[in-house]
């Protein structure tokens, strides 16, 4: 009869959380005929990203990718969007063009996975299974939840997180042996960039569930968790080693913390966004309603930590009535860590960039001690909700104070959007009171007021994501900018060679949508060669790959053929060189004369000094006039290339310098560069000696082949390949495999055996013990 009531309860806040966050996305699916579309991220990312690599897959084509910036390694790349998922495997089975109408019910099942997890978390610790619903739905549908849902892939990680505390709780206080490996395998394979902020937080609950007797800790029990915990990383470890490698020499891991920055946030407003943040329901992302001077790249790391309903008013009167509480330990040091930068920044290996993205784990334990405290009739929760009043009528005051400009006052002025903010302090007043109407109502009655708690979180959650996305539509892209531009755009080109095009001033990963190699992305993991060339070129490279259309030497090394520019563009004139080709899908195409075949070669080369003196302005267009070679690599191949200072062009920056440039590099040309599932094939003929070049981003599982015999693949032009080929007819062919695969299936494969035998002795142990004790 308890199993029965066990899987009821399950399945009650799976169905609960899923018709929640059905009716939430009810509108805007049907207003979008079926597919789900949001904003920013989710039109831009998830939904190209998960078409990509759901045709990779399906082709077998899961090395190298075309369609990833210049190219990229494919596992390495998206580990961390989507292949650890198991909901991305879900989508297998479907056609590619069904991939738009997934994603809402694969959003769906991650909610109501969530709720589930949460909630077996959650029970071990309430008395009723009731309030372990409440605590799951405040879990499930907290500001955190909703404020990343257009992100996608960070709600698979909330998902599966509990189950890595609930893996620990039950090897220490039940000694179920293999769980908590399992989940430690899972949670990496999910996402490895969260996972090392879940391996923070797993030793903080350790550490403060040590202070509570009845955890009944031991060396042996310690022994057992290291154990697991390195066995797990063992069982993930070919998703981890790849993606570890494929980050190597990124630059968005260069940022480190200083002094300075270490103790006190570099923008004082931060320390208002995260009080903002604990309190009402948070702005949508990149959209900071109180704080619009500060750095628009906090606004975009989800601060958000608001609880539907009750909000903060649980915790505060949890952190007043508990007074030797390991829980209260736990939560006390979660909000040093939120407010002190280095101890922020440890959930991210102390990176200076900073991140509030472990916020979801914060949120479980608010959840959690919102739920014991509810559940706990003698504790009164006035001073809470007190608490709660006092930080939201500061909020909104500080939205009726006038902003002054010029000397004039305007009253509700300060919010930059205030629509949505006034819409946040509504629901979050209305939270507040509909929270002390019930616990005034129903504190003796807890069945009713579990029930009661769950049907206004469920409401005002409803209310929330409703708006909230609502408000996210209004900055993205219209159904038919999704999808007769981009999903399903067809494009009649003349050629059938390989090559890249451009997109002007256009959507982001708008040619990924096409299926068309592009030098516009929108990507974080791109390979380390491709972060190193565009700095030099005068080019910020964070998470975007956007030349200015100025830099037309990148357009010329790196094989664009074509610039496609929107219909409606207005104020456009194509750059000298570009001749109208057609109008197609609603987008002016323009052919690139100064296009060059991928796959060529030099005639002359440059040293670093030469490169490193140049103005950034043109650097772009000195990598046309000669091959850029290290002193070591001009020592080797001095006699197939001749200095730059030799070239009577050298100085000329000009858009006929440019051409005659572009003309002399097309002078000698692959016949022939084919694409498949493992690299390249090309063939050319050359008159003498050289290097052949293609503008393939450089990396470590590339291995090259001259005419069937293995070549050292050069570095060159900062981040591309060379090859040396003999005078006459080349087959050359690149094969790439990624680095560190096979090292980390053999691993994996190991930890799986290991892991096998461990529940083998673990299962014979049992028997012994249990024979022993019946003795």
């Known amino acids: 009869m308890q199993l029965k009531k066990n899987r009821s309860g399950y399945l009650t806040i799976f169905l609960i959380a899923v018709l929640t966050i059905t009716l939430i996305l009810l509108p805007f699916l049907i207003y979008d005929h079926g597919a789900l579309l949001i904003y920013r991220d989710f039109n831009h990312q998830q939904i190209p990203f998960t078409r990509l690599a759901h045709d990779a897959i399906r082709s077998g084509n899961i090395f190298w990718n075309w369609n990833t910036d210049l190219g990229a390694n494919f596992i390495g790349s998206y580990s961390f969007y989507l292949l650890g998922s198991p909901f991305f495997w879900l989508t297998l089975p479907f056609p590619t063009s069904w991939i738009p109408y997934l994603m809402g019910p694969l959003i769906i099942l991650k909610y109501g996975v969530a709720a589930v997890t949460s909630f077996a978390f959650i029970k071990r610790f309430t008395r009723t299974q009731s309030f372990a619903m409440v605590g799951a739905l405040l879990f499930t549908f907290s500001s955190f939840m909703i404020s990343n849902t257009f992100y996608n892939h960070f709600l698979d990680v909330v998902a599966f997180f509990p189950l890595l505390l609930i893996g620990m709780e039950e090897l220490v206080l039940n000694r179920r042996k293999g769980v908590f490996a399992l989940a430690v395998a899972l949670n990496l394979i999910v996402n490895y960039w969260f996972?090392?902020?879940?391996?923070?937080?797993?030793?903080?609950?350790?550490?403060?569930?040590?202070?509570?007797?009845?955890?009944?800790?031991?060396?042996?029990?310690?022994?057992?968790?290291?154990?697991?915990?390195?066995?797990?990383?063992?069982?993930?470890?070919?998703?981890?080693?790849?993606?570890?490698l494929a980050l190597e020499g990124s630059t968005r891991l260069d940022e480190m913390m200083t002094l300075k920055t270490a103790f006190t946030y570099q923008y004082p407003e931060l320390y208002g966004f995260l009080v903002q943040g604990f309190t009402m329901p948070a702005d949508i992302q990149g959209y900071p309603n109180l704080f619009p001077t500060m750095n628009q790249g906090y606004t975009w790391r989800s601060v958000a930590a608001w609880l539907p309903l009750f909000g903060m008013c649980g915790v505060f009167s949890f952190l007043q009535h508990k007074r030797r509480h390991w829980l209260k330990y736990l939560l006390i040091l979660c909000f040093v860590f939120a407010f002190v930068p280095i101890l922020n920044s440890s959930f991210v290996l102390f990176n200076g960039t900073y991140y509030a993205r472990w916020f979801y784990m914060f949120l479980l334990?608010?959840?959690?001690?919102?739920?014991?405290?509810?559940e706990q009739r003698r504790y009164e929760m006035n001073s809470g909700l007190k608490l709660c009043g006092i930080f939201l009528t500061a909020f909104v005051?500080?939205?009726?104070?006038?902003?002054?400009?010029?000397?004039?006052?305007?009253?509700?002025?300060?919010?930059?959007?205030?629509?949505?903010?006034?819409?946040?302090?509504?629901?979050?007043?209305?939270?507040l009171l509909l929270a002390a109407r019930l616990i005034k109502k129903f504190r003796r009655s807890p069945r009713q007021l579990a029930v009661y708690s769950m049907t206004g979180i469920c409401c005002i959650s409803i209310l929330y994501g409703m708006t909230s996305i609502a408000f996210c539509k209004i900055d993205g892209e219209s159904y038919e900018q999704i999808f007769d531009r981009s999903l399903n755009a067809e494009f009649n080109l003349e050629g059938d060679e390989f090559y890249r095009v451009d997109v002007y001033n256009g959507m982001n990963n708008q040619a990924m949508y096409w299926g068309l190699p592009t030098i516009q992305a929108f990507h974080s993991i791109v390979p380390a060669s491709v972060m190193e060339l565009y700095p030099q070129l005068g080019v910020e490279r964070f998470v975007m790959s956007t030349p200015d259309i100025e830099k037309q030497g990148v357009r010329g090394f790196?094989?664009?053929?074509?610039?496609?520019?929107?219909?409606?563009?207005?104020?456009?004139?194509?750059?000298?060189?570009?001749?109208?080709?057609?109008?197609?899908?609603?987008?002016?195409?323009?052919?690139?004369?100064?296009?060059?075949?991928?796959?060529y070669t030099y005639d002359y080369y440059l040293d670093e000094t030469q490169f490193k003196t140049m103005n950034q302005q043109h650097r772009d267009r000195l990598l046309l006039k000669g091959?850029?070679?290290?002193?070591?690599?001009?020592?080797?191949?001095?006699?197939?290339?001749?200095?730059?200072?030799?070239?009577?062009?050298?100085?000329?920056?000009?858009?006929t310098g440019l051409k005659t440039d572009c003309d002399e590099l097309k002078n000698e040309t692959a016949e022939s560069f084919e694409i498949d599932n493992r690299g390249f094939t090309s063939k050319i003929t050359l008159?003498?000696?050289?290097?052949?070049?293609?503008?393939?981003?450089?990396?470590r599982g590339w291995k090259a082949y001259v005419n069937g015999v293995e070549t050292k693949i050069e570095k060159v032009n900062v981040g591309f390949m060379a090859v040396a080929a003999a005078e006459g007819e080349n087959d050359i062919r690149f094969e790439y495999t990624t680095p560190g695969l096979k090292a980390g299936l053999a691993v994996s494969g190991a930890g799986w055996i290991v892991f096998a035998a461990y529940l083998i002795l673990c299962r014979v142990g049992r028997k012994k013990e249990s024979r022993k004790n019946k003795g």
């Open 195 to 244: 996972f090392v902020g879940e391996a923070v937080f797993a030793c903080l609950y350790f550490f403060m569930r040590c202070l509570d007797p009845a955890f009944q800790m031991s060396l042996r029990k310690f022994g057992s968790l290291f154990f697991e915990a390195v066995l797990g990383l063992c069982l993930g470890m070919f998703l981890l080693l790849p993606s570890a």
């Open 365 to 374: 334990m608010m959840a959690l001690a919102t739920a014991l405290i509810l």
């Open 397 to 431: 005051l500080l939205g009726i104070l006038p902003r002054i400009n010029n000397g004039s006052f305007t009253f509700f002025g300060i919010p930059s959007s205030p629509a949505m903010y006034w819409c946040n302090i509504l629901l979050a007043v209305a939270s």
């Open 558 to 599: 790196t094989s664009v053929k074509y610039l496609f520019v929107k219909e409606e563009q207005s104020g456009f004139s194509p750059p000298a060189g570009y001749k109208f080709y057609d109008t197609q899908n609603g987008f002016d195409i323009y052919l690139n004369e100064n296009y060059v075949p991928m796959g």
């Open 627 to 655: 091959m850029l070679l290290s002193d070591e690599q001009i020592e080797t191949y001095k006699d197939l290339l001749k200095p730059i200072s030799e070239n009577k062009n050298r100085w000329d920056y000009t858009i």
């Open 687 to 699: 008159q003498k000696d050289n290097l052949v070049y293609f503008s393939v981003p450089y990396d």
